[in-house]
């Protein structure tokens, strides 16, 4: 009986101490867990941490990302319009040299036109100083071609005639032979006159006396020479019309500028 108590109590004693250092070995175990959670909570935390660092430079990327996307939009609206200002520009400025080079040839058309007017009327006084020497007194007044005949070389009486004389009919007729070269210009005999009296005439004044003249030179170039009547015009000057005393004709062939202001008239449309 006293053995079977000692047996037990060893028993106890046994399971006692193997409880305890289990009981140790399972704290030490929790410990270690512990300590383990610890280190694994600090490196959560640490990750966290780096995570939130991450997200946050990610989104600055994003937003510099962004905002690059909304530069280079912007670069290529201005690019865009660039390129539609540059090709207006350029469409202006092709149009302003197809306006100049059609300016440049209006300017050339209307040279021409001049020069060929020029020309005519340099070679029709050149034609008439050959013709006519020194018998009658030609040069150019105001662009057009002047020939001018003293009143007592074609009329004698100045006073009171207005028919021209057979002396001065050689002079006119060198001057028909010239201009029915030229038959498009216009001619105008213009006389005046400054006589002081006029009893026993069926002249009332100058303007008539003058008048008269000058008709009568139209005549004789075109009832006797042949020059077309509606190409002349016979202008009565009266004493008002010339510098000076002495009276006389002037015969005034007028350049062909009507083509020339023909031409300038077609471009200006």
Sequence with gaps: MKKSGITFLITLLTIATGLSQSKKELQFQLEEKEAEIQQLQSELSSIKQVSATYKAEMEAVNFQMEELRATNASLLQNLTNFTELSSKKTENISKSLETLRSKENQLKKINDALTQTDSVTLAMLTQFKNSLGTEVKTGLSNGAVTLV?????????????????????PALEKIAGVLKKYPNLKIMVETNSNALGFEGLKIKDNWDLSSLQAAGVVRVLTETYGLAPSRLQAIGKSEYGF??????????????????YRTVKDMMK
Excluded: C, H, M
């Excluded at 003293?150 to 004698?156: E, G, H, R, T």
């Excluded at 100045?158 to 057979?166: E, F, G, I, L």
């Excluded at 002495?246 to 015969?251: A, L, N, P």
């Design 149 to 169: 005949l003293d009143n007592l070389f074609l009329f004698k009486e100045v006073d009171r005639n207005y028919d021209v004389v057979a002396e001065a009919l």
């Design 243 to 260: 510098d000076g005393i002495e009276t006389s004709t002037r015969i005034r062939i007028q350049p062909p500028y009507d083509t020339f």
